[in-house]
């Protein structure tokens, strides 16, 4: 069927996507993977090109953009150049720490941070996961304490996307030991506050280029005006904000499904054995029309979950049924293009071998597969009570 998602504005803009890819990012990107970084030029450039601060509006620097589709543009070609651990980092600034800020923030904070973020100038992250705290976020310890006109932070972090580089971080606190889930705020830390530390930059199986580290808070005092939202409304905050994480993560995957699906076609009908393309050999054949109906009935949903996104329609059960599907369809497609690669396919020289080491970890951040599941299913258990 023909796709009817992207207006003409939106192929404009991919073709903006597509060359500041190819000029900035692919020339660069096996270097960044090698090195385990992507450069902070890299953001720069973002900045320049409008890749960076769709949302944000213009009054602070950004494209003032509320279409997501033109986000789900900026994922397509990502994936289809095999750039992923460059998206990573911009999809957590763009879909993650800017909403915070450009929801919550007060006109100050605003001004303070989005215009940096817009340009690339300013890099964000934010602080969940713990060493003992991953999808249960009540487990969370680390503490913020008040103390006259200050907060005063204690605690580590580890998984943090753009943790090295970060400029700006949205750190999840526990405020209030004895309020349970009401205990909790989100406050933002900033570079070079004292006590504020990086610790390791950590060693992935996938995502290498992605800046992902440990962070380390003693004593970390910062200006009450850096609470982000309501003191005490940290956990209804997030909840309020996984929608567009999730469902940027499922983007995320159903792009990145495509691209290896694309590479592997056009492989196996380069590469050949007993005399003829492999892509002519029932099998292969078989495999190909199994993974285009997968995606394409998936790309659909999708697509359908966005236009509910922009109608602010799209609910945390609609996300968590994208995020969970999606993912494991993008395990389960790249790992039968590996297959479809032969040997090849193991080698990191193709992207065939880099997208099956960057798509591990989508089933388990933002949520894994069976929080996902239990959240859809205690939502069908509701209706029975």
């Known amino acids: 069927m023909?796709?009817?998602?992207?207006?003409?504005?939106?192929?404009?803009?991919?073709?903006t996507v597509r060359e500041f890819l190819a000029r900035e990012i692919e020339?660069?990107?096996?270097?960044?993977e090698q090195e385990r970084l992507i450069s902070r030029s890299a953001w720069l450039a973002a900045g320049k090109f409008g890749i960076l601060g769709l949302g944000i509006s213009e009054e602070f620097g950004g494209a003032g953009v509320t279409d997501f589709r033109f986000r789900q543009v900026v994922f397509e070609e990502v994936a289809r150049a095999g750039t992923t651990s460059f998206g990573t980092g911009i999809n957590t600034q763009d879909d993650i720490v800017v909403p915070y800020i450009a929801n919550l923030g007060t006109v100050e904070q605003k001004a303070r941070w989005l215009p940096g973020m817009a340009a690339g100038e300013v890099i964000g992250a934010i602080a969940m996961t713990e060493p003992g705290a991953g999808?249960?976020?009540q487990g969370i310890r680390t503490t913020a304490v008040r103390d006259g006109d200050e907060w005063v932070i204690n605690g580590q972090k580890t998984f943090i996307t753009n943790g090295i580089h970060a400029d700006v971080v949205i750190v999840v606190c526990r405020t209030d030991p004895e309020a349970g889930s009401k205990g909790f705020s989100l406050i933002v830390v900033e570079r070079d506050t004292p006590g504020f530390t990086r610790g390791r930059k950590l060693h992935k199986v996938g995502l290498a280029g992605q800046d992902t580290a440990e962070l380390v808070f003693e004593d970390v005092r910062v200006p009450a005006v850096n609470l982000l939202g309501t003191e005490g409304a940290g956990f209804i905050h997030l909840m309020e904000n996984l929608p567009l994480e999730r469902i940027s993560i499922a983007v995320s995957a159903i792009t990145s499904a495509r691209a290896a699906y694309e590479w592997t076609k056009n492989y196996v009908f380069e590469r050949k054995a007993f005399g003829k393309p492999i892509g002519d050999l029932q099998n292969t054949r078989f495999a190909l029309a199994e993974m285009r109906t997968e995606i394409e009935v998936t790309e659909s949903h999708i697509d359908r979950s966005i236009l509910a996104l922009n109608a602010g329609e799209l609910t945390a059960v609609d996300a968590s049924m994208s995020k969970w599907w999606a993912t494991e369809l993008q395990k389960r497609v790249i790992d039968r293009c590996v297959q479809l690669h032969g040997g090849y396919g193991y080698m990191m020289e193709y992207p065939i071998g880099r997208a099956y080491v960057d798509s591990r970890i989508q089933t388990i951040y933002g949520?894994?597969?069976e929080i996902m599941k239990e959240i859809i299913g205690r939502d069908i258990a509701a209706e029975f009570r």
């Open 2 to 15: 023909q796709r009817t998602q992207f207006e003409a504005d939106h192929e404009a803009y991919r073709e």
């Open 27 to 32: 020339p660069n990107y096996e270097r960044w």
């Open 135 to 137: 999808s249960d976020l």
């Open 367 to 369: 949520g894994t597969t």
